[in-house]
């Protein structure tokens, strides 16, 4: 038997040999399943099939080219070569460029990316004279991309009266009239979008039999990865393409169906049975990847969704450490914890820094985990997005306190003198950069001195360019009577920099308003930090250890870093170090996905991917609050966290149940003569913690000296313990949770103590502003 064949289990074994008929693979997590579909095209080429007969289709070109080396491994390089293999767009308009002209295209069509149909849309819109606030150029592609993937063209459109009704109640009663012209101007310009090769791959398949024919004839064998991510535009084609042979094979994990916002459709692999006669069903059930203890709490999970094949995935691996959570009092807490647990993992395994990722539902939730690898000095990577000081909205927002802190910031300047739109344009800019060199000033110099120095530009330019100068100069002067964060909330407001992101309505816009968010969020961490440490939150200050985590990130080397992702983009991958953080309700799951029982069973399917990530050991976190906009807001720990079975869990932080004193009310307040007093308690707050036991705690007993302060005096909010502090006592502080004294120095309010916290975390606090609580 051939060597590659020695290679699989006797499940996987079974799904090569099938050569015939539709079958389906449900591949469970770590289960080998991209292993067994490259020896299945492999092992069908060994027996006699061309590889030109083949299609195999995947969803990221990296898959395809691992695959096909995989296969060019066991039938050579060069019989690999012809395969038709690749994802669906690339196939799709290999497809449409030999055929092409029948549809009235030249083959050498363009492909249009995201910006050019934007720019198109734009364009449309502004020669239709439609208002730009109701017809948001990247809201109607939206529009347009769905109709486009439902197989709704322009024709469909106009037949379909609730269609057409919906576009009529959302405010947008031109929205035919803008596809319309797009799809016109696009085949004018004998250009396509990413969605119509999949939509004139349907139409040249429907409308030319003698073509639908060909392509069956050719291809003989058509494998799908990732079925589960299909949309029905995909699903058409490849029912069309199979129809002949039935030589189809799926393979997919409908617990791994996370695509859903992306148009795929969960149905497409839960019904392949009833699309075909005689299914072969082989179900790859032993995880490879993970410990027996992940792959347990991951069944235990995922049990829970209603909608699903059945399937029970095992291990043979070691039981492995128990599934880690930790409680966290903030963002900034949970973050240090991350990067406090990676170090520890790192010095006492001897691990470089790529065996751990840290996994997030949103790409706001990057900023605190990046603030605090960096000051553990752990090099660390963005996938697939920027680095949060690296984002666009982060950086206009961050120019605008550079231009306040430092008018002569020419950069800065440039980057916001138009943004948002106030109709100053590039000729103007680079006039203005012009005049400034001629005179040997700054931009921001030049703006004062508009009416006495040639610029060449007309009045209503300079009464724009005026404004803004004297927009920055109010931001300056508010800057002499406000702390930083005070300042980003009245940039942000003033310069209407959400308004003008929440103008797009597009999911991305969502993503982009969390992200200005989460950066006042670190505003105010920075703040509070600073003054515990009696050290200086300036904003000036803030910007400079902004300055230092961007410099940071501009590292191109190709040491191994530390993967910070958002668990859709993990989908594929393998750590032997996984961190979940933000398991909270309205975060994880998302406030957004949280009212149908499918959105919940989404939600819970990404869970089941994060934890399945891990090799060795997964590390889940939540915060008990965070900041919304500067508010401190109570957070509620995810209901995921619960559905994990008890006996793979060890809860790092001590059960704490939240509970408040007893309360005596005396009954003469409400006018009765009887003194007996009522007790109640007030309700004890929910929280997820199994039964812990809790460490013992001294009593102490606190005497306050005669000639303390009173809190308004003192000018904070001393605890009135913090006076009596001595090295070796046991305290708790808000943030950072519970730590010992190790020294106590200085006097009043500039006395401080240097606190080792169970985090890891040694820090010195100014104790007029610490609020700690000695408890032992």
């Known amino acids: 038997m051939s060597s590659y064949l020695d290679e699989l289990n006797e499940a996987q074994k079974e799904a090569v040999l099938q050569r015939e008929g539709p079958m389906i693979i449900i591949a469970g997590a770590g289960s080998g399943k ?13 027996n006699g099939v061309d590889p030109f007969n083949i299609l195999s289709l995947t969803f990221t070109n990296k898959a395809a080219r691992e695959m096909k080396s995989r296969i060019a491994s066991v039938v050579g390089p060069s ?12 196939v799709f308009a290999r497809i449409l460029r030999s055929e092409a002209d029948k549809l009235g295209y030249p083959s050498n069509f363009t492909i249009y990316d995201t910006q050019d149909s934007v720019r198109l849309i734009s364009s449309i819109i502004k020669e239709l004279q439609l208002e730009k606030d109701k017809y948001k150029p990247k809201q109607v592609l939206g529009r347009i991309s769905q109709f486009k993937n439902s197989l709704i063209t322009v024709r469909a459109y106009y037949q379909n009266p609730e269609v057409m009704e919906a576009d009529k109640v959302s405010g947008r009663p031109k929205m035919g009239s803008i596809y319309k012209e797009y799809v016109d101007r696009c085949f004018k310009a004998g250009a396509m979008d990413f969605d119509d090769l999949l939509l004139r791959t349907n139409e040249l398949l429907t409308r030319f039999p003698e073509v639908l024919a060909k392509y069956q004839e050719r291809f003989k064998y058509i494998l799908v990865d990732e079925y589960q991510d299909t949309n029905h535009s995909q699903y058409l084609i490849v029912r069309a393409l199979a129809d002949r042979f039935q030589n189809i094979c799926v393979v997919g994990d409908d617990s791994q169906s996370i695509y859903a916002f992306r148009g795929a459709n969960i149905q497409n692999i839960l019904n392949f049975q009833k699309d075909y006669d005689d299914v072969k069903i082989f179900k790859l059930e032993q995880n490879y990847r993970s410990s027996s203890t992940i792959v347990q709490a991951a069944n235990s999970v995922i049990d829970k969704n209603k909608t699903k094949l059945d399937k029970e995935i095992w291990t043979s691996n070691q039981e492995g450490e128990p599934i880690k959570v930790m409680r966290t009092f903030s963002e900034g807490d949970e973050g240090r914890f991350v990067a406090s647990s990676i170090f520890e993992n790192k010095m006492q395994h001897q691990l470089p820094n790529d065996s751990f990722t840290v996994l997030y539902r949103t790409n706001a939730q990057s900023r605190a985990i990046e603030d605090a690898l960096r000051k553990k000095n752990i090099k660390y990577r963005i996938y697939g997005g920027l680095s949060f000081y690296q984002r666009k909205e982060i950086k206009d927002t961050l120019a ?11 950069e800065a300047l440039k980057r916001v003198v138009n943004y948002p739109a106030r109709g100053i344009g590039q000729t103007t800019i680079d ?3 012009i005049a400034a060199n001629e005179h040997n000033i700054t931009i921001f110099e030049l703006l004062s001195q508009l009416e006495t120095l040639p610029v060449g530009i007309n009045s209503g330019i300079k009464t724009k360019l005026t404004n803004f100068r004297d927009m920055i100069r109010s931001f300056q002067i508010e800057s002499q009577s406000k702390n930083a964060f005070e300042m980003v909330e009245l940039v942000v407001k003033k310069a209407r920099l959400i308004r003008d992101i929440e103008a797009e309505g597009t999911p991305e816009a969502v993503s982009r308003v969390e992200n200005v968010q989460e950066l006042m969020n670190g505003v105010k961490d920075f703040i509070e930090e600073q003054k515990e440490k009696d050290e200086d939150a300036s904003l000036a200050f803030f910007l400079e250890d902004v300055a230092l985590a961007t410099d940071f990130d501009k590292e191109k080397d190709n040491v191994p870093r530390v993967s910070l992702m958002t668990i859709h983009l993990a989908k594929g991958l393998e750590f032997p170090y996984v961190y979940i953080v933000g398991l909270e309700e309205n975060l994880f799951p998302s ?3 949280m009212n149908t029982r499918s959105e919940i069973e989404e939600e819970r399917r990404l869970f089941y991917v994060a934890l399945t990530r891990a090799e060795k050991q997964v590390y889940l976190s939540y915060a008990q609050s965070r900041y919304r906009w500067g508010k401190l807001i109570d957070c509620e720990p995810s209901r995921f966290l619960e559905e994990v079975d008890d006996k793979f869990v060890d809860y790092i932080t001590p059960k704490k149940e939240v509970k408040s004193p007893n309360v005596f009310i005396n009954k003469d307040i409400f006018g009765t003569p009887d003194k007996q007093k009522i007790r109640f308690k007030k309700p004890v707050s929910r929280t997820v913690e199994r039964n812990v036991k809790k460490p013992p705690m001294k009593s102490v007993k606190v005497t306050p000296p005669k000639n303390l302060k009173k809190v308004s005096d003192m000018g904070g909010s001393q605890n009135l313990f913090d006076n009596n502090l001595v090295q070796g006592n046991v305290v708790e502080h808000a ?13 009043g309010t500039s006395k401080k103590a240097e606190i080792r916290f169970q985090s890891g975390d040694t820090k010195k606090l100014l104790l007029q502003f610490a609020k700690l609580k000695i408890i032992g």
Request: proline share 2%; hydrophobic share 45%; aromatic share 10%.
């Open 400 to 410: 605008y306190l550079r231009l306040l802190v430092n008018p002569s910031d020419e």
């Open 34 to 46: 991209t292993r067994v579909l490259t020896y299945r095209i492999a092992h069908l080429m060994q």
């Open 735 to 747: 943030k950072f949770g519970q730590g010992e004294v190790l020294t106590v120095e200085g006097a």
């Open 79 to 90: 019989e690999a070569k012809n395969l038709w293999m690749g994802t669906f767009h690339s």
């Open 591 to 593: 406030a957004m996905s």
């Open 431 to 433: 006039r203005l950069v």
